[in-house]
């Protein structure tokens, strides 16, 4: 399933939109979920926990797609 993110200001780290969009239930199930290479950002697994997130990527958690998109 495919949703949308408005991202406020220039980004939001990886783990805070795993976060907002419920995707994971608290901070540390991000972390585990992102250490575990369960995401994919733009098609490629990262573990980077603070990555920045920007306008126009795509990030992937499962059968979850977020889109984001400038606010």
Same mark, same amino acid.
């Given at each position: 399933m495919s949703t949308t993110f408005a991202v406020r200001g220039e980004y939001i780290q990886l783990d805070q $939109? $795993?976060? /907002?969009?419920g995707l994971c239930e608290s901070g540390g199930a991000a972390h585990a979920a992102i250490a575990e290479g369960r995401v994919k950002v733009? %098609? /490629? &697994?990262?573990?980077?926990?603070? /990555?920045?997130?920007?306008? %126009?990527?795509?990030?992937?958690? %499962?059968? =979850? =797609?977020?889109? $984001? &998109? /400038? =606010?």
């Open positions: $939109l $795993l976060k /907002a969009t733009d %098609g /490629a &697994v990262d573990t980077r926990k603070r /990555a920045k997130m920007r306008p %126009g990527q795509v990030v992937t958690i %499962g059968d =979850e =797609e977020v889109v $984001l &998109v /400038a =606010e």
